[in-house]
Nanobody
Framework: QEQLVESGGGLAQPGGSLRLSCATS????????IGWFRQAPGKEREGISC????????YYSDSVKGRFTVSKDSTKNTVYLQMNSLKPEDSAIYYC???????????????????WGKGTLVTVSS
């Protein structure tokens, strides 16, 4: 049984927007934070954002800060990643994952992801 399922990837133009979704029953447990990662061809996986559902603390990497916004809808057990002002270098496979709740804060993210989705492809190109 898949614990996390991403959707919403696709093709966007530079400067455009996409919203990714991560459906996960782990959101309701209170024990996990949900993180977003991405991996471009030939590059290492990069953690870009996390949210701690217990208090809505969020963290962003410098590469996406000010352009991406993470949020959740607890009624739908879904975490979103709103991506604005997209750049070609944002092209990657995007994954959501779950780790210990306290590993994510507004100041630091220690990762520790235990469960992973299969990813959704984002391509930014004109």
């Amino acid at each position: 049984q898949e614990q996390l399922v991403e959707s919403g990837g696709g093709l966007a133009q530079p400067g455009g927007s996409l919203r990714l979704s991560c459906a996960t029953s782990l959101l309701s447990s209170g024990d996990y934070h949900i993180g977003w990662f991405r991996q471009a061809p030939g590059k290492e996986r990069e953690g870009i954002s996390c949210i701690r559902p217990s208090d809505d603390s969020t963290y962003y990497s410098d590469s996406v800060k000010g352009r991406f916004t993470v949020s959740k809808d607890s009624t739908k057990n879904t975490v979103y990643l709103q991506m604005n002002s997209l750049k070609p270098e944002d092209s990657a496979i995007y994954y959501c994952a779950a780790g210990p709740s306290y590993y994510c804060s507004a100041y630091q993210w220690y990762y520790g992801e235990e469960y992973w989705g299969k990813g959704t492809l984002v391509t930014v190109s004109s």
